[in-house]
């Protein structure tokens, strides 16, 4: 039963019992209308309390239900509202842990509510691009007043009880119990048990000072914040509405909302990428009760950009880090930028100096080997150079404790082969992490041919403690993410060569809704990366044509923002990317050389290359097998590249586009000859799916 029903006295108990956080699906939905009928019906009950079992209140709609007949079955959670709002007798909701959407509703329209201290409460919705659908944007302005309603609504962040319940005047809580949550609901019913008339949220008015000017000020910020997506101006609507309307329009015009934005492309890639976070961490032959070893203690080699970035994920999460680098210096120099980057968040405000000397008490350094023999798991982060590589894997065999697990966050490297200078290749694993690793949400976690099934289950689930989303990688040159963005790259590159500018090309992705285009990034992230992972890769893919712009970039030291000058100029000390004459100079030779008379490209076809140039080589990946499905590709494009998350990721995107079509454009890329006609045929899992009209996910 997904409630529970029970007498304790002259009080009835409905209890929701949908773990993990009480869903509102079906069966909890039809528990709680049953039993406030039988509590009806009792003329010995005289008051009823709603609460939840085990960690929640409610979390809202079960998620397993999105999208099947089941969700909107009756009685809809807007009909099990009404009847708690019209029962006769008085609805106390005891609220505890976690009280979001659906849930929140639910506790709204009850009469009365009393809450555990700590309760994070919460309208999540417009984090799947909708508005609450069950009043939640009528109700909820008319308890804790407009401005703080909107601010909830519009960010969907949860907020503490003690917090709510602080606000002059509010009315969400009429108790907060410390102590034992159900003696004090039971208490506080029997104390109420008699009071008529019984008081509704729907009566009370939601009144804003400045009314219109309030929420035209609103709109406009939020339509400045949210960019491409609909549904938090639509909060701000519905939230007006609230002190426009009487409260059953108010009510039909939110549902409205609701209804419309669920049928918007932004709204499903919103879910898309929801179920796809989800979708990731499950692995097919790796069952979730993989028994998984225990991380007490992390060891990072190399105090470099990612090993110092790594360390503070650990740190953060309460982890002690032990950092062993080859000299003292590197040593400092790691731990200083540690040091800096915490003082930044203390200045701003967002970490407290307490925090702060606790995470740095739980990190200690070494030169010395010895002192890092006891951690469960080791993460190298040295030089991107296989024979370095050999040699700290060779001594990490030699030195860990049996069970440690061995993980390396190289980013273009055999990880098979950096397993095999180990005598336990069951023991290693990739852990790649990206720059800046301790802000970054992407982790791929790179499984060996022989990386074991408790070491990735185990991997899988450190992840969630460092709050990354992780992502399964078979091994190749550049796992997922940077094998399909050297395609990307090539692309850009090629267009350079073809007649555009730089500028021209990060302006087209950027409109598409790209944090930032190819060459803007290339100069924050230091085209030099690239120039030495190009020199090793493409001695060993000579077919593998590229544009040599990039090259010639790097010979001019136009290395990017570090050295004052990329693919654009940087005046000292400013971000902002001014077009260079140079760089256009040297393109326009280059071109010259190469004999290509530059021709007008649209806007049109650079954003088609880009994407298409993803989603062929993410098709390959797919069909190997490096990626477990669609989805999980879509996950390290939104979490790792800026992909704009309106669109969904990749897959998706050309999902939403057809296949088909996709498939009519990289046929015409091919016959441009000064592109790689090799590389345009459409990979045959892309080819089958266009012809079958199937999707990728
Ligand atoms: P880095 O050059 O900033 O740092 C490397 C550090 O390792 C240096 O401090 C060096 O002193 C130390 N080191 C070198 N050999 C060592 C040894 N034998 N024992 C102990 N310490 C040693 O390099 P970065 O950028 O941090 O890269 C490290 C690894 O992470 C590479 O495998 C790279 O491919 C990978 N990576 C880099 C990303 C980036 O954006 N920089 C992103 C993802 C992965």
Redesign the pocket.
């Known amino acids: 039963m997904s409630a529970s029903y029970e007498l304790h006295g002259d009080i009835a108990v409905i209890t929701l019992n949908n773990p993990p956080v009480n869903g509102l699906g079906y069966d909890t939905r039809k528990g709680i209308t049953d039993g406030l009928q039988q509590a009806q019906d009792d003329p010995a009950v005289r008051a009823v309390v709603i609460t939840g079992a085990g960690k929640a209140f409610s979390g809202g709609a079960d998620i397993r239900e999105f999208g099947s007949p089941k969700a909107v079955q009756e009685p809809n959670l807007l009909s099990v509202i009404k009847m708690v709002e019209n029962c006769d007798k008085p609805v106390v909701a005891a609220i505890h842990s976690v009280c979001m959407g659906g849930g929140l509703e639910l506790a709204l329209g009850c009469h009365y509510r009393v809450v555990a201290p700590g309760t994070q409460v919460a309208l999540p919705e417009v984090k799947i691009g909708l508005v609450p659908g069950a009043g939640g944007t009528q109700r909820l302005p008319r308890v804790i007043g407009v401005e703080n309603a909107l601010n909830m609504i519009v960010s969907g962040d949860a907020v503490k009880s003690e917090v709510l319940a602080g606000i002059p005047g509010q009315k969400l809580f009429d108790r907060v119990i410390e102590g034992d949550l159900m003696a004090g609901a039971l208490a506080f019913a029997r104390e109420v048990a008699d009071r008529r008339p019984l008081p509704r949220v729907r009566d009370l008015k939601a009144e804003h000072p400045q009314g219109a000017g309030y929420f035209q000020f609103a709109r406009n910020t939020v339509k400045a914040t949210a960019r491409n997506f609909p549904a938090p101006v639509k909060c701000v609507d519905c939230v007006e509405a609230a002190t426009t309307k009487r409260f059953d329009e108010g009510l039909a015009f939110e549902r409205e909302q609701f209804l419309n934005l669920m049928l918007t492309p932004e709204c499903a890639a919103l879910r898309h990428a929801f179920f796809a976070e989800r979708a990731a961490s499950k692995i097919p032959d790796v069952p979730e009760d993989t028994p998984t070893r225990e991380i007490r203690k992390v060891a990072v080699?190399?105090?470099?950009?990612?090993?110092s970035g790594i360390s503070m994920n650990f740190l953060n999460a309460g982890i002690p880090v032990v950092i062993?680098?080859?000299?003292q210096e590197?040593l400092d120099?790691?731990v200083g930028v540690m040091r800096q980057n915490y003082e930044s968040q203390v200045k701003k405000g967002k970490l407290t100096q307490d925090k702060y000397e606790q995470r740095m008490a739980l990190l200690t350094t070494t030169l010395n080997y010895d002192d890092i023999r006891d951690a469960d798991l080791v993460i190298?982060?040295?030089?991107?150079d296989i024979g370095?590589?050999e040699?700290?894997f060779r001594k990490l065999d030699e030195v860990m404790k049996p069970g440690a697990i061995l993980a390396?966050?190289?980013?273009?490297?055999d990880l098979n082969k950096i397993a095999s200078f180990t005598r336990r290749p069951a023991d290693v694993i990739g852990m790649?992490?990206?720059?800046p690793?301790n802000v970054m949400k992407l982790l791929e976690v790179v499984r060996g041919e022989k990386t074991g099934k408790d070491v990735l289950a185990t991997v899988m689930k450190l992840a969630k403690v460092i709050k990354k989303t992780a992502v399964v990688s078979g091994v190749c040159d550049g796992f997922i993410g940077n094998r399909m963005i050297e395609q990307y790259s090539r692309q850009a590159g090629f267009l350079l060569e073809e007649g555009c500018t730089p500028e021209q090309v990060d302006k087209a992705i950027e409109r598409f809704g790209f944090a930032m285009g190819p060459f803007r990034m290339g100069d924050l992230?230091g085209n030099d990366?690239g120039w030495y992972i190009r020199k090793r890769r493409y001695v060993e893919k000579p077919h593998m044509r590229y544009s040599k712009t990039a090259d010639l970039l790097c010979e001019m030291g136009r290395f990017g923002q570090k050295t004052g000058a990329g693919w654009y100029d940087y005046k000292p000390g400013k971000r902002d990317a001014i077009p260079s004459p140079v760089v256009l100079e040297m393109i326009e030779k280059h071109r010259a050389e190469l004999g290509i008379t530059p021709r007008k490209i649209s806007d049109e076809e650079i954003v088609e290359r880009l994407v298409y140039a993803l989603v062929n080589e993410g098709a390959r990946i797919l069909e190997e097998g490096i990626a477990l499905r669609a989805s999980d590709i879509d996950m390290v494009y939104l979490t790792g590249y800026g992909f704009p998350l309106f669109r969904g990721g990749p897959m998706r995107y050309a999902d939403t586009v057809g296949l088909f079509n996709v498939v009519q454009s990289m046929k015409r890329f091919a016959k441009n000859p000064h592109d790689d006609a090799q590389f345009w045929q459409p990979a045959p899992l892309l080819a089958r799916l266009a012809a079958e009209g199937k999707t990728f996910n």
């Open positions: 080699i190399g105090a470099g950009t990612m090993g062993l680098e080859m000299k590197a120099r790691g190298e982060a040295v030089f991107e370095v590589k040699q700290v390396s966050n190289t980013s273009t490297l790649h992490f990206f720059s690793a992230a990366i």
